[in-house]
């Protein structure tokens, strides 16, 4: 049963650039919430897709923005990326209703340089 | 606005030392969800425990153990007889209820463990 899994593991890009890291949830989730962890620091939540749809956001600029595909995987574009996006960006996953506790993915370490 | 507080930034102890984790958070939310999560150098955040805040009893598992404490807004972890393999960061992080499936964590900064044989 596989779980979570996020690609591409590592990528440096440049300021200004755009990236899109991607993520495929645990089998028979339907939930994908993204977070970004700069260094030293704790998780913090981006957003969470359901149905497609952006349901929850947190406090991060419209540069940040996802996709949910119908086989519930999803897509976390960064725009015109700044030195301070450089984080580890976690995807985890959750079924709708079930209030089980999440599942994380390795996550994409992003360097922005 | 929810918020986790861990004050330890670093901890070291030798194997085998109990060692305690400490955790404080603020809401204003009557119901809300308490959790832990370990996070190797691998990345992934790996689940420990959640509580709810009607939920005082303490937990015990294996040599895992946790006391929620509502009067004292804390939720602390101990790790008896520690190994090597404990070494890892841990995060305290709360959810709100009506969050769906408790996916939006507010986490604290975490407290980097290190067991030293």
């Known amino acids: 049963d596989a779980g979570v899994t996020q690609s591409p593991t590592h990528l440096i890009k440049t300021r200004g650039q755009q990236v899109t890291l991607r993520c495929s949830p645990k089998s028979g989730h339907d939930t994908v919430s993204w977070y970004q962890q700069a260094l030293g620091q704790g998780p913090q939540f981006i957003f969470q897709y359901y149905e497609e749809e952006e349901r929850q956001r947190g406090n991060f600029p419209d540069r940040f923005s996802g996709h949910q595909f119908p086989n519930y995987s999803s897509e976390l574009n960064v725009n015109a990326l700044l030195l301070g996006d450089s984080a580890l960006y976690l995807c985890?996953?959750?079924?709708?209703?079930?209030?089980?506790?999440?599942?994380f993915g390795n996550g994409t370490r992003l360097t922005v340089t | 606005a929810q918020k986790v507080t861990q004050a330890q930034t670093e901890i070291s102890v030798v194997e085998k030392e109990d060692v305690t984790l400490d955790c404080v958070y603020e809401?204003?939310?009557?119901?809300?969800?308490l959790f832990w999560y370990k996070q190797p150098p691998s990345g992934e955040l790996v689940f420990l425990i959640r509580?709810?805040?009607?939920?005082?009893q303490n937990e015990i598992s294996g040599r895992y153990s946790w006391n929620f404490q509502k009067s004292t807004s804390s939720f602390n972890f101990t790790i008896t007889a520690s190994q090597v393999v404990d070494s890892a960061v841990y995060f305290c992080a709360l959810s709100l209820e009506g969050e769906t499936s408790g996916s939006r964590l507010t986490f604290g900064e975490g407290t980097q463990l290190t067991v030293n044989p």
């Open positions: 985890a996953s959750s079924l709708e209703g079930d209030k089980s506790p999440l599942h």
């Open positions: 809401t204003r939310d009557t119901t809300y969800y």
């Open positions: 509580r709810n805040s009607f939920d005082e």
